[in-house]
């Protein structure tokens, strides 16, 4: 039990439409990165959120964007649905000593398993 | 673009066996993180370690920094171990936030 959690743990939507995913980080813990795991690979890293802001991107569109609260708690937004957007979306919270260094234990909710038709 | 590379890719032993799982990437980084992933997506962290020799229970974890290099061992293997174990660098000294790099993970099958 990591004390992150995420919702809804499972979602169906259609190409065309957006979707809201949303993750409650541990309280105290200031960075939040979402990652996307299609199926067989390896998580890959969409952005990192510190104290509300945009920290750090990795190869995704536009169309994916997020939020931070300064309740810990964080949203990531997808517009325009693809096929390709199935995947289990992951959150992962860590305290976020700045300077960040991607040297601290991150803690991962169980995901949100998202299917696009 | 650091590259994280494990193996094996599939792994089968018997209880009690020693297990090991190898972990090479391409650039320097500021940590390593071995992590372990449940049926149904969990993810649990394992180790964190930017030098030498972790060990926690059953698993050790060591790396060596001038060989890029990372494993993750598993002694007096049980069933419950079965999991998919991945590997996962990062690279950000500071300011910036490359989040985590992620190998494709070791599946990992203990028979009883």
């Known amino acids: 039990e990591t004390g992150v959690t995420q919702s809804p743990t499972h979602l169906i939507k259609t190409r065309g439409q957006q979707v809201t995913l949303r993750c409650s980080s541990q309280?105290?813990?200031?960075?939040v990165s979402w990652y996307q795991q299609a199926l067989g690979q390896g998580p890959q890293f969409i952005f990192q959120?510190?104290?509300?802001?945009?920290?750090g991107r990795g190869n995704f569109p536009p169309r994916f964007s997020g939020l931070q609260f300064p309740n810990y708690s964080s949203e990531l937004n997808v517009n325009a649905l693809e096929l390709d957007d199935s995947a289990l979306y992951l959150c992962?919270?860590?305290?976020?000593?700045?300077?960040?260094?991607?040297?601290?234990?991150?803690?991962f909710g169980p995901g949100t398993r998202l299917l696009v038709l | 673009k650091n590259e994280v590379e494990q193996s094996p890719q599939n792994l089968t032993a018997q209880e009690g066996e020693f297990i090991t799982i190898n972990c090479s990437y391409s650039?320097?980084?500021?940590?390593l993180h071995w992590l372990q992933q449940h049926p149904g997506g969990g993810i649990v962290s394992l180790f964190m370690?930017?030098?030498g020799k972790k060990k926690h229970g059953r698993l050790i974890a060591t790396i060596n920094i001038q060989e890029k290099h990372s494993s993750l061992h598993i002694t007096a293997s049980h069933p419950r171990d079965s999991a998919v174990y991945i590997c996962?660098?990062?690279?950000?000294?500071?300011?910036?936030?490359?989040?985590?790099?992620f190998g494709k993970g070791t599946h990992l099958i203990i028979q009883p």
């Open positions: 309280s105290g813990h200031n960075t």
């Open positions: 650039v320097g980084i500021s940590a």
């Open positions: 370690l930017s030098s």
């Open positions: 992962a919270s860590s305290l976020g000593f700045f300077p960040l260094s991607g040297g601290e234990t991150q803690y």
């Open positions: 959120y510190y104290r509300e802001e945009e920290n």
């Open positions: 996962a660098v990062s690279v950000g000294a500071g300011g910036g936030a490359d989040g985590l790099t």
